[in-house]
């Protein structure tokens, strides 16, 4: 039996939690609502303020989902009631982002400014020119917004210099040295 799965979720005040025809689960508090379809090969009963997760048998399959869905119920508890947030550093010289209304531009290097908009549930915070905060109560998009920053200009090895998340260690390596 899983671990995981086989915790239950515990239901803070002010959020409720309904399954609805065909295994949508739908989570309501105080930052928002979120839905999500889970697998048929998992049974979720709310029970109280807990909800448990039960799976159909102990096929590989079966034993996957059942954590995996009890770990989205959990995220999406967690999402509405304190939301998830991913920090962003900019390391270079003349690297720097700002807010413009809903947009996120940037001078990361090249010859033009990089701008992003806000996506659907998600907000951009920049409390510094070299600082980006990510916000919103979907983990999965917020983790992919994130991911999307990232990639305008990853951090390389030699200088240090791109766009890394706050508690990432980038690897430096060493420069060239002479043949002589």
């Given amino acids: 039996m899983s671990r995981i799965g086989r915790t239950p979720v515990a ?32 049974t979720v009963s709310v029970e109280g303020e807990v909800v448990n997760v039960t799976r159909a048998s102990d096929l590989p399959l079966h034993r996957a989902m059942h954590g995996l869905s009890r770990s989205m119920i959990a995220n999406m508890v967690i999402g509405v009631t304190d939301g998830f947030k991913k920090e962003l550093e900019i390391n270079g010289i003349g690297y720097r982002a700002a807010k413009d209304g809903k947009k996120l531009v940037m001078n990361l290097g090249y010859s033009h400014q990089v701008i992003v908009e806000e996506a659907d549930g998600i907000t951009i915070d920049v409390p510094a020119p070299n600082r980006i905060v990510v916000g919103g109560i979907d983990k999965q998009a917020v983790g992919q917004f994130a ?32 043949t002589k």
């Avoid at 989570?27 to 048929?40: E, I, M, Y």
């Avoid at 766009?163 to 040295?177: D, L, M, P, Q």
């Fill in 11 to 42: 239901v803070p005040s002010g959020v409720t939690v309904t399954v609805g025809d065909g295994n949508v689960v739908t989570v309501k508090g105080p930052k928002g609502t979120l839905s999500r379809a889970v697998r048929p090969e998992v």
């Fill in 147 to 178: 991911a999307d920053i990232r990639r305008k200009r990853p951090p390389e090895p030699y200088l240090g210099k791109g766009i890394k998340y706050a508690n990432e260690v980038i690897r430096r390596k060493e420069g060239k040295t002479g």
